[in-house]
């Protein structure tokens, strides 16, 4: 997954979130969603920050990091859900959260199943090294080693 497409994702996110304001004003239960879209507003510039560095996130770092993401999501549908009516919030903004949401969780999968995939083969490299370094020769044997010396003299 390319950096300009997290960071194109994580900028979406950004937008819903800050449209969330003065919204949730009404009284103090209305306002506890303020606290989630902050954290969320924190995880999406963390990632729009380490797309744009020049030291990019590992696999498994983004896979953390997204893992917050839906977390994050995963607090704002039910609260969203569950106080929809009472504090008025638009439709547009609850339907908005919801596809982001969707959108962190297709992004997560993708982001983990890279991460899963590089940690397998980084302990298949490590097996190989313990046991000698990896024995794939046509025949089964150890395979080549050594150096090979060029012929000296004309050509």
Do not use: Y
Not at 21 to 43: H, M, W
Not at 61 to 84: H, P, T
Request: overall charge positive; charged content about 20%; proline content about 3%.
């Amino acid at each position: 997954m390319s950096s300009k497409t997290i960071a194109a994702v994580a900028g979406a996110l950004l937008g819903s979130a800050l449209l969330a304001g003065p919204a949730f004003a009404q009284n103090a239960e209305c306002g506890d969603i303020q606290k989630t879209l902050q954290s969320r507003k924190d995880l999406v510039a963390k990632a729009n920050a380490a797309s744009n560095s020049k030291k990019k996130m590992t696999p498994a770092e983004a896979c953390a990091l997204f893992g917050k993401l839906q977390a994050n999501g995963n607090e704002g549908v039910k609260w969203i859900a569950a106080n929809k009516e009472w504090c008025s919030i638009p439709d547009s903004f609850a339907e908005g959260f919801k596809a982001d949401h969707l959108k962190v969780a297709g992004i997560r999968t993708k982001i983990c199943g890279v991460a899963a995939q590089a940690a397998k083969m980084e302990a298949q490299a490590r097996a190989q090294a313990q046991n000698g370094g990896g024995g794939g020769g046509m025949l089964g044997g150890p395979g080549l080693t050594g150096s090979l010396k060029m012929p000296q003299g004309a050509l």
